[in-house]
């Protein structure tokens, strides 16, 4: 026997507010109003009065309409017939294909017990040596992508995806344009990894509550595919409209506002997404990697702080580069000391010498007199950043070690690196020894011999 609730009290934006009893924090309800059913969850409790958050909008609501509460909480289909399909924030198909059939798992769920994580050690190759050299991506990590308005961090989103040696790629998309959401699909599509690509999108177009699912969604299916074996990689953005859309949320409801009118709980709620990553004993492994942009390119705003504090490092984005200063992956420790022996160093001497050319840069503005040693810093800093920091570089991790190498060996004696001397006998360019080719001798004429005239 269903029982329904038709004592609705105010209907504020996207959510309402119904007298009722015996109801649960996250569980779903239907409203039924004469345009149709509408589902909604549950995100406040105060006694009997219980709020309400429509995913398709309270557009059609009114307050003579009845409410049914499902006694479960939200859930998302899992199974095989996920890839290369596009849902949107409630788990509907975005491509006009059935509804994939399969188990339903519930969304939200805690992060998993500390005692079966196994601890991080396994490098994700991705082909950009900004990544791969410097801030190794490590499986199971959490990472954000700090970035500005502009910056091409979709795409820089998109090729880690395609590029690294993931089993599975999970994309949710918050807040997209809808050119956004097609250069994803274009690209992973030419990049031959749709068949293993599952997309949860949500466009500024669509119910702002719906943004607040996408993470939830994203996760839950990946960590049942983790649980499976399978190497997961998550790609969300962006989580400045994910924290966006809890600010308008917390508004509606008459929330007391802390830092910049965010929601006072922003942290926590941040926390439980981003802690879902997870390399589980025995079983597979979940990596988290987004984007937030920072408003007016500022690392104190609301998001990014309390981002940074959650992570295990950051990358950051600016003028269509990886930023050597400031980005840091705190896991590389974990992993770049097994790919070979002359990554660490090469890591810290690149990094070391960039530092100086940017000094030497800002003498050579100021109208300094630059020495000899100046000009070898200029020289190697444009090399650097052409050949290793361009995004548009995209080779594997040994042949961008090697690349380091002959850099430095273009630019400076083996000496001035302050590389040790055993990885230098090693690893230093060879010089090519070229010799002057021999001129070929004519054929001696055979004793007694004439040649003869044409006649």
């Known amino acids: 026997m269903r029982k329904y609730f038709d004592a609705i009290r105010r209907i504020a934006g996207n959510v309402v507010t119904v007298q009722a009893t015996g109801v649960g924090y996250d569980e779903l309800a239907v409203i039924e109003s004469a345009h149709g059913e509408s589902l909604a969850q549950v995100i406040r409790l105060e006694g009997q009065h219980v709020s309400l958050q429509i995913f398709s909008g309270s557009q059609g609501v009114s307050n003579n309409d009845r409410v049914r509460f499902l006694r479960r909480p939200m859930e998302v289909t899992f199974s095989e017939d996920l890839f290369g399909r596009v849902f949107d924030g409630s788990g509907r198909p975005r491509d006009d294909r059935p509804m994939p059939t399969g188990r339903r798992v519930p969304i939200g769920t805690p992060p998993v017990n500390p005692v079966m994580r196994h601890m991080p050690d396994k490098m994700i190759h991705t082909g950009i040596p900004m990544i791969d050299v410097f801030n190794s991506l490590v499986e199971s990590q959490k990472i954000p992508i700090f970035s500005v308005a502009g910056e091409p961090y979709n795409e820089l989103l998109a090729r880690i995806g395609m590029q690294a040696n993931a089993d599975i790629i999970i994309l949710g998309g918050m807040g997209l344009r809808h050119d956004d959401y097609l250069k994803f699909w274009r690209t992973f599509e030419q990049g031959g990894v749709l068949g293993r690509t599952i997309m949860f999108i949500h466009t500024a177009a ?140 090469i890591m810290d001497a690149c990094i070391q010498l960039y530092a100086l050319c940017r000094e030497s840069r800002e003498k050579r503005d100021m109208g300094f007199e630059m020495s000899a040693w100046d000009k070898k810093l200029l020289k190697y800093g444009e090399l650097f950043e052409e050949q290793i920091m361009d995004l548009a570089v995209n080779i594997p ?59």
């Open 206 to 345: 669509d119910p702002v509550v719906e943004c607040l699912m996408v993470p939830d969604l994203c996760l839950a299916v990946g960590e049942q595919f983790a649980l499976q074996g399978r190497r997961v990689l998550v790609l969300l953005t962006d989580m400045t409209a994910f924290s966006d859309a809890l600010k308008e949320i917390s508004i509606i409801m008459e929330q007391i506002p802390s830092n910049r009118g965010y929601p006072g709980d922003l942290y926590t709620q941040l926390a439980r997404r981003y802690e879902k990553a997870v390399d589980l004993e025995g079983a597979g492994s979940m990596t988290i990697l987004a984007c937030v942009t920072m408003p007016g390119d500022d690392v104190t705003h609301p998001v990014p702080d309390n981002t940074g504090y959650i992570t295990e490092g950051q990358f950051y984005l600016r003028n269509g580069r990886i930023e050597p200063f400031g980005s840091l992956s705190r896991l590389k420790q974990q992993v770049n000391g097994k790919t070979r022996n002359d990554h660490r160093a």
């Open 397 to 455: 991790l040994f042949e961008a070690l090697d690349r380091c190498w002959a850099i430095l060996a273009e630019c400076f004696e083996p000496a001035e690196t302050g590389i040790r001397r055993a990885l230098i006998d090693e690893h230093w360019p060879k010089p090519r020894i070229t010799t002057a080719p021999t001129p070929k001798e004519k054929p001696a004429e055979k004793a007694g011999t004439k040649q003869l005239a044409p006649a």
